[in-house]
């Protein structure tokens, strides 16, 4: 059925009442012989196909259906974008020589969303005798070049500036982060018979036009208001993901109940800056002259239920980050290898890559196959501790890491990755000793998030500059102490399932440290019974000194634990592992409920651990790794 086959009181009919268009000429019913016949009221209302409008969509297309300005602000998962495309068709198919344009702060966002949206419903309704649709453009066959709906992005001003038809209508999608100028512009314009203006997203911050409109002037605007805990639409482990989090932080606020955020002085990254970055076109300098870098970062996990995430950077612009299960210190420098072919293919990419790991406890044996394997694909490994030291303003490398990446944010693009958005944006600080700022506790973030950080860990590695340490195979030939000659393919004794070393030649050790911050550092070392050699290979930090947890993480780490003929693991403490701590039972006394042996040394700190390790052999041929 096209407009021609309708009696003109129809057509008016549907000029201004959206809701019965969509239900009688876009969500009807298609006969097997391909007739399309319209939704009745009664299949409206027994739901026939799950073609039953949602309350919110009726509320919006009814809104616009009766006023000329509509601002809709809301969580995520109450349609805007289904409502939207469905104004689309419904403004342009019933206004002669109409035009409508679809706007927002990224051309590609618009892209996959509303513009594919509008093909979907099209492609189902009773309307493509008349309207076409393109990638570039809908228009109405009797009129292409005047009648017509298209994408014009918030940064094409002087496109916008000249725009006009009798009849034409705004959809401006993520409203918040659309520069003031723009909706300056858009208003400047509106001088035509009929005109519309419909915006919608979330109220990402506390400023800006959209902001004024929803929460302040409202005066002349429709304001519509939706909480995702009443949509049906909603997707539920998102839902359940986001109710970790308490009901007044921003987080929640934004993007569940549809309010702008307070805006949290502990807050690192803001909301504001993640839906930004999420939304910004990085333009890349000229590759001829100074090659753009392709940066890795890539944060390994062994166990538990953190996952391997690997960050894809390019000049300022994060591509992508790809998860993995659990993995193995070869999986995961396979996986990162492949990546990097990958974008060296797709980007024509010839120079040098950098690959930035998470250097500590398990990411140290990933960092040693990387630096093997990497130097045959022209990549270089760079170390990162987390648990490193800081500087005068930052307690700690995380602190300093996650600030960089707050510095950054300004000019960089991420992906539409919603948990990494949810990631960046949860994290804050506290003060800490010395006027510092300090990380709060990654199990007070990780409670708060549900999950383990890992995508945006692997984020802030790509963007860190800080660490300068390169690791090559030469310099992973050389010990701290003196030269050696050694074939470093041995290092498959740090690889947990190596068997080429006989249990009974190799023991553990691991000495912990209790600091005053209540923070526990650890020094793992290696002994080689032939060789008569200790290695110190790693070091570690843990936040919380929770006994229970670290017990679990010995036993189960096989470089840490119990052998077979019963050797065991030796931990030398320094008095804070003795200590009560309020109404939590000693470290030591907890190891020794697990059956391992602990000894106390009245002075002791990371320098300590190594001398008392060297102590426990008959001489001091000791090899200290370069990270340490």
């Known amino acids: 059925m ?10 008016e009919y549907y000029m201004d009442r959206p809701v019965e268009f969509i239900q009688e000429m876009v969500y009807g019913i298609r006969r097997p012989d391909g007739e399309f016949r319209s939704m009745n009221p009664q299949d409206v209302k027994d739901n026939i196909l799950n073609k039953r409008l949602e309350w919110q969509t009726r ?11 509509v601002a809709v602000h809301s969580g995520r998962g109450i349609s ?17 020589h109409s035009k409508v344009i679809v706007t927002g702060p990224k051309y590609d966002q618009l892209k996959v969303t509303i513009w594919a949206e509008i093909l979907k419903w099209l492609q189902r309704s009773n309307l493509t005798d008349d309207l076409k649709w393109t990638a570039e453009r809908m228009y109405h066959i009797n009129s292409p070049g005047l009648w017509f709906a298209q994408i014009l ?23 918040s982060n659309i520069e003031d100028d723009i909706f300056n512009a858009i208003y400047g314009g509106l001088t035509d018979l009929e005109s519309k203006i419909i915006m919608a997203g979330n109220l990402t911050k506390a400023s800006g036009f959209f902001y004024r409109i929803t929460q302040i002037e409202r005066t002349g605007w ?23 989090f308490p009901r007044d932080s921003d987080m929640y606020r934004v993007y569940v109940l549809g309010l702008p955020p307070k805006g949290s002085p502990r807050c690192i990254i803001t909301i504001a800056q993640c839906e930004e970055a999420r939304l910004r076109d990085v333009a890349f300098i000229d590759r001829r002259k100074t090659p753009v870098p392709l940066e890795i970062g890539l944060d390994p996990a062994a166990e538990g239920d953190d996952l391997t995430a690997i960050a894809v950077r390019f000049g300022m612009k994060l591509y992508e980050i790809r998860v993995f299960a659990k993995t193995k210190a070869p999986e995961v420098v396979l996986q990162t290898l492949k990546i990097i072919r990958e974008y060296r293919r797709k980007l024509n990419f010839i120079h040098k890559v950098t690959v930035k790991v998470d250097d500590t406890a398990y990411g140290n044996a990933v960092r040693h196959y990387l630096t093997l394997e990497g130097e045959k694909e022209n990549v270089e490994t760079v170390g990162v501790n987390f ?19 707050a510095d950054v944010m300004d000019h960089v693009g991420l992906p539409s990755d919603d948990e990494l958005i949810e990631e960046l944006a ?33 984020c802030i590695l790509a963007f860190w500059e800080g660490t300068k340490k390169i690791f090559s195979r030469k310099e992973e030939s050389e010990s701290n102490v003196k030269n050696f000659d050694i074939d470093w393919y041995l290092h498959n004794v740090l690889d947990f399932d190596y068997n080429g070393v006989k249990m009974a030649e190799v023991i553990h050790i691991t000495a912990l440290v209790f600091n005053d911050d209540i923070s526990v550092d650890g020094v793992s070392s290696l002994y080689e019974y032939y060789p008569n050699k200790l290695w110190l290979y790693d070091e570690f930090h843990y936040d919380l000194p929770i006994a229970e947890v670290i017990v679990k993480d010995v036993k189960k780490s096989s470089h840490f634990g119990m052998y077979k003929d019963n050797r065991e693991v030796r931990f030398v403490g320094n008095q804070g592992m003795f200590k009560k701590n309020r109404d939590r039972r000693p470290f030591a006394e907890v190891i020794r409920r697990e059956g391992l042996n602990i000894r106390e040394a009245a002075k002791y700190d990371e320098y300590g651990a190594i001398a008392l390790g060297v102590s426990l052999y008959r001489n001091n041929k000791i090899i200290v790794h370069r990270n340490l």
């Open 2 to 11: 096209s407009k021609r086959d309708l009696p003109s009181e129809a057509y």
């Open 59 to 69: 509320d919006i297309l009814n809104a616009a259906g009766k006023n000329d300005y």
């Open 80 to 96: 805007k974008t289904t409502s939207l495309a469905m104004l689309c068709i419904w403004f342009l198919w019933t206004r002669p």
């Open 153 to 175: 992005t918030s940064k094409q001003k002087d496109n916008i500036q000249g725009l006009h038809a009798d009849h034409i209508m705004w959809l401006l999608d993520e409203a």
């Open 222 to 244: 429709k304001i519509l208001r939706f909480n995702s805990e009443e949509s049906e639409r909603k997707n539920m482990k998102w839902f359940k993901s986001m109710q970790k």
């Open 387 to 405: 648990g490193g030291k800081g500087d005068e303003n930052y307690a700690d490398m995380a602190t300093r890491m996650w600030f960089n990446m």
């Open 426 to 458: 949860a994290r804050e600080w506290a003060p800490a000793s010395g006027n510092k700022m300090k990380v709060e506790p990654k199990y007070e973030y990780k409670k708060r998030l549900g999950r383990s950080p890992d995508r945006a860990d692997a």
